[in-house]
Nanobody, 121 residues
């Protein structure tokens, strides 16, 4: 009913920047919080950043001051600008959205397929 499609991952040297984007489509009435998570091999998936529909943001301590989350409510998109990247930022990054569906079909949490970010030292 809802699809999240991420783009923008890749390989970058330490100190470089990448911008991830995620577009939501489907039977969307409204999107509440949108977030980015990441998962490195052998490590539990962790929250990187979250943004509410009103624009309030919260970040993991490890990315504060380096990453910026933003969203376009009209386009149902969320982005993550990542600056000053470090090798420890290497992970698969996942988009997440809390969505109310049209036609009274309920409210659900959705995940994108993930995009790989690799930071070389």
């Amino acid at each position: 009913q809802v699809q999240l499609v991420e783009s923008g991952g890749g390989l970058v040297q330490a100190g470089g920047s990448l911008r991830l984007s995620c577009a939501a489509s489907g039977s969307i009435l409204s999107i509440h919080a949108m977030a980015w998570y990441r998962q490195a091999p052998g490590i539990q998936r962790e929250l990187v950043a979250v943004i509410t529909s009103g624009g309030s943001t919260n970040y993991a301590d490890s990315v504060k001051g380096r990453f910026t989350i933003s969203r376009d409510n009209a386009k149902n998109t969320v982005a993550l600008q990542m600056n000053s990247l470090k090798p420890e930022d290497t992970a698969v990054y996942y988009c997440n959205a809390d969505v109310s569906l049209r036609y009274g079909l309920g409210r659900y949490n959705y995940w994108g397929q993930g995009t790989q970010v690799t930071v070389s030292s």
